[in-house]
């Protein structure tokens, strides 16, 4: 009886240490995993061998308008005149406003397209008809002469332009024109074949209208190149031109084929009215 019991109390003391040990096992397991969620919690030291990713900026783009008025510089020989379209003397005419509109990609490049109604065109002064009459019976030589003084277009030009400095920008492009008219200077002379002198009857300017069968080709295309300072509203340009088909063909007293291409060089004042928000 006695061992018995022994035995039944050995099995008791064996199973308490079993639980003991069960117990001891699962506490230790908890406090690892207490001890890996503050190491969790805890900030990691940065890897310096790996660079945080930038953000990618977003591209905005927003679109301008304005207006401009355009001074011609002479270059090459050309002749600044002092009559307007209808052949009168006054230049007020020829500062009528264009008109432009942008789209921009943030501040580092703009398309530009614009508008300008019958824009001067300076010219390098030139004799492109010459017209005789021989009048046999009282030996005299009548010569009509034209002499071209300045021209006028509808002009659309488009460019690319890109910021070079925050303010600064050049471009290039094209530029459609449409002819509308030109000034011109007739003169008619009376020589005589005895004395090989010429008395000038008449001499006086004329305007060529576009409706006219005349000798200036109706359109061309231009190359341009500019090059642009903005402070804030105000835009200051500087604009080179040079046609790439020539503006009028004709034979010149000798009988010979000639054809003159336009250049032009000039200075824009632009005032920006309107712009709309950057998307």
């Known amino acids: 009886m006695l061992a018995t019991e022994n035995i039944k109390r050995t099995d008791s ?3 308490i240490d079993s639980l003991k040990q069960v117990y001891s096992l699962k506490r230790t397991d908890s406090l690892r995993k207490i001890d890996s969620l503050k190491n969790l919690s805890k900030p990691q030291p940065k890897d310096s061998s790996v660079k945080p990713a930038k953000p990618e900026k977003k ?30 003397k006054g230049s007020l005419a020829d500062y009528i406003p264009s008109a432009y509109v942008r789209l921009h990609r943030d501040e580092r490049w703009f398309v530009q397209g614009e508008f300008r109604y019958g824009a001067p065109q300076l010219v ?6 010459t017209q005789s009459r021989n009048d046999s019976g009282q030996a005299r030589l009548l010569t009509t002469t034209l002499r071209l003084k300045k021209s006028f277009y509808h002009q659309l030009p ?10 600064w920008s050049v471009g290039t492009g094209i530029m459609y024109s449409r002819f509308r008219g030109a000034i011109t200077e ?6 005589s074949t005895a004395t090989q002198q010429d008395t000038i009857l008449l001499k006086r300017v004329i305007k060529v209208p576009a409706s006219s069968d005349s000798l200036f080709t109706r359109s061309q295309v ?3 190149f500019q090059t642009e300072y903005t402070w804030r509203r105000l835009s200051l340009s500087l604009r080179y031109t040079k046609g790439l088909q020539p503006f009028i063909r004709y034979t010149d007293a000798g009988g010979q084929p000639r054809e003159q291409k336009a250049q032009s060089f000039e200075a824009l004042l632009r005032f920006r009215v309107w712009r709309s928000k950057k998307k």
């Open 13 to 15: 003391l064996r199973r």
């Open 59 to 88: 591209k905005s783009y927003y679109v301008s308008a304005g207006i401009g008025i355009q001074q011609q510089i002479p270059i090459a020989g050309q002749q600044a005149t002092p009559y307007n379209y209808y052949g009168r």
């Open 124 to 129: 390098k002064e030139f004799t492109y008809s």
């Open 158 to 167: 488009l460019s690319f332009n890109y910021y070079v400095l925050p303010n």
């Open 186 to 191: 007739q003169q008619v002379a009376r020589g």
């Open 222 to 224: 231009h190359m341009l």
